[in-house]
């Protein structure tokens, strides 16, 4: 497997050893690999995988790191045609640009381990899986789960970065000329309001539209801590976020920005509320300020099974001074 060139330095550093990690653990949910390692030929890194899992070619494709495939010839590499999940232009993901903006990499792979861990990891592959970003901000987890055709939804309170990813959405299905709808309004329940929505249903075509094969994002501009009645219980496989890094970005001045495991704790029931029994839960978080051993607790006391090894560690690296970044993965059993 070709390691994808990342734009981040300090990520590009981590790639090929976050590759191996990220296929070890969702390989070994579709059945087992023999040798997992980095490699490089020709000065070129490279992921040397041998698996007998009849998914192989499918789990591969679709990793955060994969630019192509091959099959070792002898001295030689024979390409193999990839067998990605992706139904619309991947510049959804890649052109926003903004301060504080969570490398897409990493924000794939958070996706792929935590759907792996699930009880029913075949949905990853087949499409059929529900998405939650509790803490969304301006939509990377959301583009990447709509790129690959699943039901997305995200949560966040901050009224400019809705109105900001709103636009760039409809800007976006627009220019790529796809069939789309967007309906906006508020949210309420029992006649209270509780902040504003919006749901885009587009389609790669007109005739996939026609045909009612669409996907749906849909946004929530609410307090990601109470969600019932605007999110069904259990509806979702998935729930994976960014937590608060504790480090500042822009104007953003939320109290709890820098206490996340206060955050967390008090979000955590409407979470698991929504989702599924088998589902997961995946957090991206900076062992600076959320120490593992607490945050691992933390996951337990509300119910959660903690899947990852945190003593490992290992999709753990730097980013820089202030950011010791890890990710960390709990099922509802």
Known sequence: MLVAPSANRVYADAAPRLAAQEAMAVLGAFGSWTAVAPTQVAGVDYLRVESDSEHALDVLSNLSATFAIFAAEGELLRPIPLQRRQFYPDDVVTIQKYQGKTNEQWTRLLLNVTAAATKQPGRWLDGRLDVMDPMCGRGTTLNIALLAGYSVTGVDIDRKDYDTYAAFLK????????????????????????GREFTLEVAPDKDAFKAGETHTVRYLSTDTTELSGLVRAASIDVIVTDTPYGVQHGSHGDR????????????????????????????????HVAPADELALLLEQHGLTVVTDIEAAPFRHRVDASIDRDLIVARKD
């Open 171 to 194: 800007t976006w299905a627009q220019t790529h000329r796809l069939k789309h709808t967007m309906d906006r309004g508020a949210s309420t329940t029992g006649g209270r309001a509780r």
């Open 256 to 287: 709890l920005s820098r206490r996340p495991m206060e955050l967390i704790d008090r979000a955590l029931p409407a979470w698991t509320t929504t989702l599924r029994t088998g589902g997961a839960v995946g957090l991206s978080y900076n062992r």
